[in-house]
C-alpha cells in the first residue's frame, strides 16, 4: 500500500475517532492506588451520604461512617459493592444500599516515548487499550507511518515485543494488540538502526532531552550521566521530576529521581546507576 494511502486512512481513523478509549466490558477495571471512589450510601430514615475516596498507598479506604478501613486495590467496583454492603449491614446500618463509581482514575498508565506527537504517560480507564487507540489519543506519529513499535511488557519477562506502526493502525480484527498498566511503549522510523535483538543491553533516554533514543549500556552508568550523554535537558525540562523505569521480576518498577538536588546541591547519593533496560524519563515543566 502506498504511503499517501496510508496516510489517509490514518487521517480518517483520527477524524472518527479522536480519544477513543472506552472501557473493556469484559475485563472489569481493576482499582488501584490514588483511583478516586464516589461512595453513595444510602439507608433506613433518609439516611444518605456521598463522598470522595482516594485510594491509599496502602490500597484502601476509610469512608467516614467507618472507623476502620478496608482494602480495595486488586478489586472491582462490583467486589468493593459487594464487601462494603457487608460491612455496613453488619455493624452499622441496617438494610444498606451502596454504589461505588470511579470518578478519577489515576492508578492504570502506560509510557508512550519516541516518535509520537504527545509522548509521556497516559492513563487507562480499563484493564487494557488497543495500540491503535492509544497512538491516535496522543496525536498520531511524528512525521509518516514508516515506525516500530517496540512493546515492554509489565507482565512478562521475556524480549519486548516488536510490531509495525502502520499495521497495527489499520488492525480491524475483534482483538487487537492492546497494552495494559505499567507496559512501555516505544515509538521509531524503521530507518533508525534499533539493536532489536538485543535491546535489554541499552538504555533508554526520553522526555525533555536534546537527543532523547537509545544509549549503549556501559559500567557506572547513572541516571544524569546518562541524560548529560544524550545531549542534556531542554529548557523545558524538569529534572526534578525524572523517573527510571525498571522491569524486574516481571513487574516494571517506577524509581523517582530528583537529579535537582543532584545538580544543585551535590548530593551524588541521590543520582541512582542504571541497568541495562532501563528506561530514563524526564517530562516537561510546568510553568
Known amino acids: 500500500m502506498k504511503l499517501s494511502v496510508r496516510l489517509l486512512i490514518f487521517s480518517l481513523l483520527v477524524v472518527s475517532n479522536p480519544i477513543c478509549y472506552s472501557l473493556d466490558e469484559e475485563i472489569p477495571y481493576r482499582i488501584g492506588s490514588g483511583d478516586q471512589l464516589r461512595i453513595t450510601i444510602i439507608g433506613r430514615h433518609d439516611y444518605k451520604v456521598q463522598e470522595e475516596l482516594k485510594v491509599k498507598e496502602s490500597g484502601e479506604i476509610l469512608p467516614s461512617i467507618m472507623k476502620k478501613s478496608f482494602h480495595v486495590a486488586g478489586l472491582t467496583l462490583a467486589e468493593v459493592d459487594q464487601i462494603l454492603t457487608g460491612i455496613l449491614a453488619e455493624d452499622y446500618i441496617v438494610d444498606p444500599e451502596v454504589m461505588v463509581e470511579i470518578s478519577q482514575y ?12 504527545h509522548p509521556g504517560e497516559v492513563v ?7 495500540i491503535k487507540d492509544l497512538v491516535i489519543r496522543l496525536g498520531g506519529p511524528v512525521g509518516d ?107 516494571i518498577h517506577t524509581i523517582n529521581v530528583d537529579l535537582n538536588e543532584v545538580m544543585s546541591g551535590g548530593d551524588k547519593s541521590k543520582d541512582i546507576p542504571v541497568l541495562p533496560g532501563d528506561i530514563i524519563y524526564v517530562p516537561r515543566a510546568i510553568f
Request: a negative charge; glycine letters at 6%; zero cysteines.
Open 106 to 117: 489515576n492508578s492504570h498508565k502506560v509510557l508512550v516515548i519516541g516518535e509520537v506527537r
Open 124 to 130: 487507562l480507564e480499563s484493564e487494557t487499550l488497543a
Open 145 to 251: 507511518l514508516n515506525k516500530t513499535l517496540v512493546v515492554i511488557r509489565a507482565e512478562t519477562a521475556g524480549d519486548p515485543e516488536i510490531l509495525q506502526l502502520d499495521q497495527v493502525l489499520m488492525d480491524s480484527s475483534i482483538n487487537p494488540v492492546s497494552v495494559r498498566s505499567n507496559d512501555i511503549v516505544y515509538i521509531v522510523s524503521k530507518t533508525k538502526d534499533l539493536p532489536l535483538n538485543d535491546l535489554d543491553s541499552v538504555v533508554y533516554v526520553f522526555g525533555q532531552i536534546a537527543n532523547p533514543g537509545l544509549l549503549p549500556y556501559s559500567n557506572n552508568l547513572t541516571a544524569l550521566t546518562a541524560i548529560l550523554n544524550a545531549g542534556n535537558f531542554t529548557r523545558e525540562a524538569a529534572p526534578g521530576r525524572t523517573v527510571v523505569k525498571r522491569r524486574k521480576d516481571g513487574e
